[in-house]
């Protein structure tokens, strides 16, 4: 099974809304990554988070990571529709010479 | 973009053939990986590197084998492809993830098994 599980799998908004989305892992962790993924594309970073965080800020983005729930949460404010796109969280793990491991992601939707 | 470059970027081959995919960068960055992208999946690690000759497997290394001989090559083989091995292939690269640095993506191989 998987590191990382998002929640939930798909996500519908409309321009201007927020969208939240949530990552649940099962093991320790150094940090936990989020990206995006456009359709038909590599994926691209959008923010890391150290294990000793709790909340971290870039842009309209905002993640938090709480390791005693082993969760975190991708805050997007005020969507646009550019933001279509799936979102991943990526778990590196403490036991590991840098295993990253990624969930089934996330896709969102905003429309117009 | 970062300097990874996956090749071939699309592939068909028939059940039974070896088939070999390359991903050769530029950054000279530690870690190098190789996922498989599936509907309803995301990406599941198939096999990463930490160094020269230093690989380990992921969730999904069965039927998988890697080779790291350089730095910049991380080749990933499917010694007898299956039509279960039908999905896109990415690499990616890291300085290093455990010094919480981010990893770039390549643009993916499509590998279709008939």
């Known amino acids: 099974s998987q590191q990382g599980e998002e929640d939930p799998q798909a996500l519908s908004i409309q321009e201007g809304e927020n969208a939240t989305m949530n990552c649940s892992y099962k093991t320790s962790i150094n940090n936990l990554q989020w990206y995006r993924q456009n359709s038909g594309r590599g994926l691209v970073h959008l923010i890391l988070?150290?294990?000793?965080?709790r909340e971290k800020h870039s842009g309209r983005l905002r993640v938090t990571l709480d390791t005693s729930k082993k969760s975190s949460s991708l805050l997007i404010t005020a969507s646009r529709a550019a933001d279509t796109a799936s979102y991943f969280c990526a778990t590196c793990l403490t036991d590991s010479w840098g295993k990253l491991q990624f969930g089934a992601g996330t896709q969102v939707v905003v429309t117009p | 973009d970062a300097g990874i470059t996956q090749s071939p970027r699309h592939k068909v081959t028939e059940t039974g053939t070896p088939v070999t995919l390359r991903c050769h960068q530029t950054?000279?960055?530690?870690?190098m990986y190789w996922y498989r992208q599936d509907p309803g999946h995301g990406l599941r690690l198939i096999h990463y590197s930490y160094g020269v000759k230093d690989t380990d497997k992921g969730e999904v290394s069965d039927g998988y084998s890697v080779s790291r001989s350089k730095t910049e090559d991380f080749l990933l083989t499917l010694e007898s492809a299956t039509s279960s091995q039908t999905s896109v292939y990415f690499c990616?690269?890291?300085?290093?993830?455990?010094?919480?640095?981010?990893?770039?993506f390549g643009q993916g191989t499509r590998l279709t098994v008939v």
């Open positions: 950054e000279n960055h530690r870690y």
């Open positions: 988070i150290r294990s000793n965080e």
């Open positions: 990616a690269i890291s300085e290093s993830v455990r010094a919480n640095t981010e990893a770039f």
